[in-house]
């Protein structure tokens, strides 16, 4: 008699905990597939010329565009233009702007504006090679890196279409307080002197 029970028992429970699993797989899974698929072709739609950022874990920073601290004219055909260079509570001063591609074609950015750690190289094109200097206390910042070793700036910066611009940003170390300029440096790019706000 008790063996029957048991197995009773046994059915029962399993019947009851197949039911909650089916109960619990379709409202999980519930939903109509087609609206999550276009939910997410919406939402990945990007603009072929604008480069994507990744492994900053930012996400896109757009600069406030009412002041201009400085503007740079390369020869290879890209124009910088600095917007705010402001200090952060916890440390940092962050630089951000715009790169423009000023030429009538399609331009790939130049290495070089990564930088040659082999650490940063492994995020793709980047700013991770562009420096400030402090030059009344002989003072070089580079960009700052996560415990990754990855830059914390704008990447994905791998070419431009003509005429397009794409928004940046590089976190750096801040100087002390009393220092209010700094000379930006960015490979094969003339040096600007940009004011700290």
Not at 85 to 109: C, I, M, P, Y
Not at 110 to 118: A, D, I, K
Not at 141 to 156: I, K, M
């Amino acid at each position: 008699m008790s063996i029957r029970h048991g197995a009773i028992t046994r059915r029962a429970v399993t019947a009851v905990l197949a039911a909650a699993a089916l109960s619990l797989s379709t409202a999980c899974g519930g939903g109509d597939s087609g609206s999550d698929d276009k939910k997410s072709s919406n939402s990945a739609s990007t603009d072929p010329g604008k480069p994507q950022e990744s492994g900053d874990g930012g996400g896109s920073t757009v600069p406030d565009k009412g002041k201009t601290l400085a503007t740079i004219n390369g020869s290879n055909g890209f124009r910088i233009t600095v917007y705010g260079a402001a200090r952060d509570e916890g440390g940092f001063l962050t630089v951000s702007g715009a790169v423009e591609n000023t030429t009538s074609k399609r331009q790939f950015t130049p290495l070089q504006w990564s930088g040659q750690e082999s650490q940063v190289k492994r995020t793709g094109p980047s700013l991770a090679g562009m420096t400030l200097v402090d030059k009344a206390d002989k003072k070089r910042y580079y960009v700052l890196r996560d415990t990754d070793g990855f830059p914390l700036t704008t990447t994905g910066m791998s070419s431009l279409d003509s005429g397009k611009s794409v928004d940046f940003f590089a976190q750096f170390p801040a100087p002390p307080n009393e220092t209010t300029t700094l000379d930006l440096q960015i490979p094969l790019m003339p040096t600007a002197t940009i004011e700290i706000s």
